[in-house]
Nanobody, 124 residues
Framework: QVQVVESGGGLVQAGASLRLSCEAS????????MVWFRRAPGKEREFVAA???????FYADAVKGRFSISKDSAKSAVYLQMNSLKPEDTAVYYC??????????????????WGQGTQVTVSS
């Protein structure tokens, strides 16, 4: 099982940008699907973005056009660039990695093991 460590959260004003980092324990991300989810206070964990092991990326409708997921192969890391942040983006953001998840299950939070996450707070 690939372990990950998230970082980069913080407190920003609406309209600002943040970049979250997710460093994986694997020497390579080849064949590994990387995902970002988030959990807002009082809500269920929800899908944000994914980089399927083929390189195809997926986004939740709520973040499409504002967030982007990218990979740094040299560091076995993925990033979540978040632009035009809104107060409703406030949540704990979690990264996960899996070499076993199937495509139809990519947005299912139960398909992954979760770490501590990183807090993102967007003030209005």
């Amino acid at each position: 099982q690939v372990q990950v460590v998230e970082s980069g959260g913080g407190l920003v004003q609406a309209g600002a940008s943040l970049r979250l980092s997710c460093e994986a324990s694997a020497r390579t991300l080849s064949g590994v699907t990387m995902v970002w989810f988030r959990r807002a206070p009082g809500k269920e964990r929800e899908f944000v973005a994914a980089r399927w092991r083929s390189g195809t990326v997926f986004y939740a409708d709520a973040v499409k056009g504002r967030f982007s997921i990218s990979k740094d192969s040299a560091k076995s890391a993925v990033y979540l660039q978040m632009n035009s942040l809104k107060p409703e983006d406030t949540a704990v953001y979690y990264c996960a990695a899996s070499s076993r998840v199937i495509l139809s299950n990519i947005r299912n939070p139960t398909a992954y093991d979760w770490g501590q996450g990183t807090q993102v707070t967007v003030s209005s």
